[in-house]
């Protein structure tokens, strides 16, 4: 039950990345996302069975198994059309960046709450509640600024990689995603001293997951 409550955080935590790439491409001229029905919170349209459901359950079963992972997933990407992005040269970066940013704003808001109030002391349930949304979002918005394929920090990098380095673009293209997912499975664990200090700077207190 624990790991499917983790999953269920973890939808609406990839939902709200989501629609917040889908909202600062319709701010910035493009309204692709808004015309596909993307812009709602509902996880329906977003879920995707691989990202969403099958990859984060199988990390966070092994997570439980070994005592200790990353649980990670993903949504289905919102269309975006950066020819009708109005900044040509860095909106299809702002619209990159909108997705890790809602996130870390999420973890900032539930993470706050958790260090300022009592929340402990009032239920441990949602003390729980709290701390897996505020890790679970520091962790989106980490990965996702990594420079592979699919993830944001790759669009990042190709907006601002010069044009004689078009072979890594073009390796990263054709190889991230198989990196990305070996990355996960045998080495985010060096991740791992980051998240948890970032979510300790902002809760102020040891995990409580």
Known sequence: MEILFLI??????????????????????????KQAGRLTLNPIPHIDPIGSIALPFMLALFSRIAGGGIIFGWAKPVPVNPDNLRNQKYGPSLVSIAGPA?????????GLTLRFLPIYQF?????FIFSAICYLNILLATFNLLPLPPLDGSHVLFSFLPR?????RIFLLQYGFVI????????SDIFSPFIHGLYRLIVGSPLFL
């Not at 990839?14 to 493009?30: C, P, R």
């Not at 239920?123 to 003390?127: D, H, I, P, V």
């Not at 990305?180 to 080495?187: E, G, P, T, V």
């Open 8 to 33: 269920g955080i973890l939808i609406f935590s990839v939902v709200i990345h989501e629609v917040s790439h889908g909202v600062v491409a319709n701010a910035l001229g493009d309204p692709t996302a």
């Open 102 to 110: 809602a996130n870390l704003a999420v973890a900032l808001v539930f």
């Open 123 to 127: 239920s441990e349930s949602l003390a």
């Open 164 to 168: 004689n380095l078009d072979s890594v």
């Open 180 to 187: 990305l997912l070996f990355f996960i499975l045998f080495f």
